[in-house]
């Protein structure tokens, strides 16, 4: 599966996993004291929806360009709102041309005392994302393999703080590399709150990875999926996940209002569902 983001920018999978971590940012700016967000795979931070990738592959238009115009209840819309004000805070003329990635999204959520660290090992996206937040003492942007930052940039000095991991699932192994950097990263940072992103295409390769989490033994770890349509032979992508270590106490009922709605103005003809399981609750 080839990932490189400008195609995909604001489809589904990223209107999901956005609206989460909104949420989870949301939760922990409750506290006064400061945290860090580090995002392991940042991508460039900002997509031209109008660019040449994202009108070759115009995922956005199934995606946040459904949402931004959808009925939603109102319960759902205040859940959303974070993430759908920073959405048009980058489209002030009305509409959807340009979408934030998951970097640029945090940083306009971030109070003042909050830091963000930006990593991309992908040359050109780097570039595009020092660019981006140039100047910005809150922010650091670093070319380096996302990889590597788990274990070498925890635990942050805030002793607070949320990772992203974000693969771009473009190497066979990504999976297992996942499930082995959490179990690392973790072992550095156990009161840190994690979310970790996968695609799902092929329920066997989804099973195998969430025994591989299993076997961590790593606690309060919860698993939340969206599909839009049923799986597909050949495989197909049909579905995104995220795995949560330590959430929000109060994220579990969130979800089980926002998920439902997004199964239903994101997915194709109806057919969209949603999980939401503890994979592990507690020691």
């Given amino acids: 599966m080839n990932y490189r983001h400008g195609f995909h920018a604001g489809n589904f999978a990223d209107v999901m996993k956005h609206a989460i971590l909104a949420r989870l940012v949301t939760y922990l700016k409750g506290k006064t004291a400061a945290f860090r967000v580090i995002d392991t795979h940042a991508g460039r931070g900002r997509y031209d929806l109008l660019s040449r990738e994202g009108e070759r592959s115009p995922e956005w238009r199934d995606g946040i360009a459904r949402l931004l115009t959808a009925d939603l209840p109102p319960a759902v819309d205040d859940l959303l709102a974070?993430?759908?004000?920073?959405?048009?805070?980058?489209?002030?003329?009305?509409?959807?041309?340009?979408?934030?990635?998951?970097?640029?999204?945090?940083?306009?959520?971030?109070?003042?005392?909050?830091?963000?660290?930006?990593?991309?090992?992908?040359?050109?996206?780097?570039?595009?994302?020092?660019?981006?937040?140039?100047?910005?003492?809150?922010?650091?942007?670093?070319?380096?393999?996302?990889?590597?930052?788990?274990?070498?940039?925890?635990?942050?000095?805030?002793?607070?703080?949320?990772?992203?991991?974000?693969?771009?699932?473009?190497?066979?192994?990504?999976?297992?590399r996942l499930a082995m950097g959490l179990a690392k990263a973790h072992r550095r940072f156990s009161a840190g709150l994690f979310a970790l992103w996968y695609p799902i295409k092929d329920p066997t390769e989804i099973d195998d990875f969430i025994h591989a989490l299993e076997a961590t033994a790593i606690p309060r770890m919860l698993r939340v999926e969206l599909t839009i349509r049923p799986p597909s032979t050949p495989p197909r992508l049909h579905g995104s996940g995220l795995i949560l270590v330590n959430p929000p106490f109060t994220l579990e009922a969130e979800l089980q209002l926002m998920l439902p709605a997004l199964a239903e103005v994101l997915s194709d003809a109806g057919r969209g569902s949603y999980l939401l399981d503890w994979i592990r609750r507690e020691d």
């Fill in 82 to 176: 974070p993430y759908l004000d920073v959405v048009r805070g980058e489209n002030p003329n009305g509409g959807v041309t340009v979408y934030p990635g998951s970097p640029l999204l945090v940083r306009r959520l971030l109070r003042s005392q909050d830091r963000l660290s930006a990593l991309d090992l992908h040359p050109e996206e780097y570039s595009e994302l020092a660019v981006l937040f140039a100047g910005d003492i809150q922010t650091r942007a670093t070319l380096l393999d996302g990889w590597l930052a788990l274990p070498a940039f925890l635990p942050p000095k805030e002793k607070r703080g949320l990772v992203l991991v974000d693969p771009p699932f473009e190497l066979p192994g990504e999976f297992e």
